[in-house]
């Protein structure tokens, strides 16, 4: 007999980071996980990625079957948006992987259905809540390295078997929106500032194997992020993440797992190993991050894959900032407010 005070989690697809939001999830004794269904058949799933969550061929269907508090969204990249749409028509919230829409129109659509709906949102921004990052962004946002004036972030991964629609330009969304987004969220958690412009470039096609971002921000700061899926297979483990904060009193480095200070007072090396964790506190009306940020990280990481593509830098100076007039994209609602901390 289903308790009525536990909420109902289904999960829909199985791409992205499912299991730690699973993991999560199985803990918890006020919820009660109640089903899961592939996001397309482009998963080629038969069976459900769990022996305690009943199988439904159809994320609609079981939508409303089972009629959840919450979905868990994690199918093919490019069709997040879709699901996310989905279950804002529906009422129910969402706990997303990103990116959260392929294109600017599509964000605009999800940004306006979730508002509208009333609906609690949260994207899969897992590694802004890495110990080492998490703790190494407190430090700077307190001063301890002056005023911030540059950032450098690093996303490494071994390529390894993918799925073949990475080669699939509508499916995969770029490498990008996939892996640079974390290092655009790193960024926006340090400095707590909103983007102005940016320049990328990138390398490969279908999928991309490495990317160059550099960015401007609020605050007389410039940023960069680079990007690439050249990992070695030998290498000790699947990434290599890293960011180098440069103050006017000082630089922290985030690499490895440890964080490394040097300003006035000396230099100092440690190791976090707690913070708080994402789904956690998405629930518990926690320390997470808000909405908004969440819609102008995507907003930035199409901004770059743009300029990767169309090989301009791309501005984004403006408040609020209509995306269709700067784009030149045709007006469908809704405008984004920068993020602003």
Known sequence: MINKRMKKVCFIGACGH????????????????????????????????????????????????????????????????????????????????????????ELDHVRASVLQSGIRFCAMHYLRYDPAFY?????????????????????????GVRPDWYGDRSLYCGTIPWVGI????????????RF???????????????????????????????????????APTHGDDRIRCVGTEGVLEVCRGNISLMNKDGVFEFRPNTAPELLTEFLDDGECISTDEIFHIAAVALAAKQSAELGKTTSMSGQPISFRQLFKLPKIRGEYYLFKR
């Open 18 to 105: 499912w299991k730690q939001a699973y993991h999560c999830l199985k803990k918890r004794q006020d919820l009660l996980l109640c089903g899961f269904a592939p996001g397309s058949a482009h998963e080629k799933l038969t069976k459900s990625i769990s022996p305690d969550l009943p199988f439904f061929a159809n994320y609609e269907t079981m939508l409303d079957t089972v009629k959840p508090d919450l979905a868990i969204v994690s199918p093919v990249f490019g069709l997040t948006g879709q699901v996310i749409l989905a279950c804002a028509k529906r009422q129910i919230d969402v706990f997303a992987e990103k990116p959260i829409a392929a294109t600017f129109e």
């Open 182 to 193: 974390h290092a655009i969220d790193w960024i926006s958690d340090f400095t707590g500032r």
């Open 135 to 159: 703790h190494g962004a407190k430090l700077v946002r307190q001063g301890k390295i002056g005023k911030l004036k540059m950032i450098t972030a690093q996303k490494s991964y071994q390529y």
């Open 196 to 234: 102005q412009t940016v320049t990328a470039q990138s390398v490969g096609e279908n999928p991309e194997m490495a990317a160059l971002c550099q960015f401007t921000l609020d605050g007389d700061i410039i940023a960069s992020a680079n990007i690439d899926f050249y990992r070695p297979e030998s």
